[in-house]
Structures are given as C-alpha cells and as structure tokens.
C-alpha cells in the first residue's frame, strides 16, 4: 500500500531512479498517499487490493497487475510483501515480463500463530501459491537468513535463485534534526509531556 512504500521502498526508489533512463512505476493501492508516492519521483499506480485473503479479489488483483505490466511494457518487476510476492510474479510472468524479482521482507501472518485446521489450510495453501510465484521469479531477495532457509527447506525455492544481503534503513529518515521543533513541541502536548523532560520510545514487533 502507499503507506508501506513510504515506510520501506524509499531506500530501493532512490536506487532504481539513479539508473539512466529508468522510469520508476510504483503500482499499489495508494490508500490516500498517492500524492507524497509521486513526490518520490515516480509514477503511482492505484491497483486496489485485499488486504487478507480473498480468492476473487486476489484474482482480480492479479489481472490487474498483468495488464499494468503488459501496458507499461515493463522490463523489469520487483515485487515487496506477501500478496504482491504471489500475485504480482504471476502477473508478470502472465504479462511477459523479461525479468521478475520477488523481495521476502517476512514470511507473514500465514506462517506464524494459528494451529487449527483453518491456519493449517491457509499455510498449506500460501505455500502452494509461493511455491509457483518463486518458480516465476528470476530471484527471490531474502534480508533473513532464516526466512531463506525455511524457503529452501519447503522446497518453495532452489539455492541458486535465492540472494540473501543485509536489511537496509536510512538513518537520516530518523535523525532528531529531521523533525522541526514545533512538530516536536505539538507531540509533547499532546502526549502531556513537560518541556525538559527526556521521553525514550521503543518502536518493536510483539
């Protein structure tokens, strides 16, 4: 969504725009963001999807997806999160694009929590489905080097296609000198905090 394209893709859009003569297509349901998505530089795309699962708008997802890249004529398709990793390499490879890479950023809400029969299906299913997306995929890009062994040990991949590099996090995006002081000022009313008083903010994954 356009939320998590301002959050996580502004590191690889910078980099794909200093290619000469790429033009950049972020295709993903925009969810308002359309505007600070195109001041990145690229061309936004609303291609509007369900968030869950969704057998007939997964499937409409993808078809739209296809056509977009068949369209634009795409040469290259790098795909981000788990729905766009399954859908958008087969609609690449529906489209006919020369080269689809897919990113593994996790492996998501099916792999983890839930043992009942209906977590079972649903795993045994996004299994099946990441298995035919990889085999369409050029390479598969893993920040997690236990997220790619559990890959290749399902056998959702070969060791070949799966590249595996260190994460990646602009610091300056985080920096204190980044937020003006009345920004920071209007936090602290808001969060009742005295002027002086030092807050520390763990932001972490439960």
């Not at 099916?110 to 009942?116: H, I, L, S, V």
């Not at 029969?117 to 997690?144: D, E, K, P």
């Not at 080097?145 to 070949?160: M, V």
Request: include cysteine; hydrophobic fraction near 40%.
């Amino acid at each position: 969504d356009g939320f998590s394209t301002l959050l996580f893709c502004k590191g690889i859009i910078r980099v794909l725009r200093s290619v000469p003569g790429a033009r950049v297509i972020v295709a993903c349901d925009e969810g308002g963001y359309r505007s600070q998505v195109q001041a990145l530089g690229v061309t936004s795309v609303h291609v509007p999807y369900a968030r869950w699962m969704n057998p007939i708008g997964d499937l409409r997802y993808t078809w739209r997806l296809a056509r977009l890249f068949r369209r634009e004529r795409c040469d290259i398709v790098l795909n981000f999160s788990t729905k766009p990793n399954i859908c958008g390499a087969l609609a690449a490879r529906v489209a006919g694009t020369p080269v689809v890479l897919s990113h593994i950023v996790g492996l998501g809400a099916a792999f983890q929590g839930r043992g009942d029969i209906g977590g079972q299906l649903t795993r045994a299913l996004v299994l099946r489905l990441y298995r035919m997306a990889c085999a369409s995929s050029h390479s598969v890009w893993f920040t997690n080097a236990n997220d790619r062994q559990y890959f290749l040990d399902c056998g959702l991949g070969t060791e070949e296609k799966a590249v595996l590099t260190h994460n990646y996090l602009d610091v300056s995006e985080y920096a204190p000198g980044s937020v003006g002081s009345d920004q920071m000022d209007a936090v602290r009313r808001v969060c009742d905090v005295a002027p002086g008083d030092q807050v520390v903010v763990m932001v972490a994954r439960l």
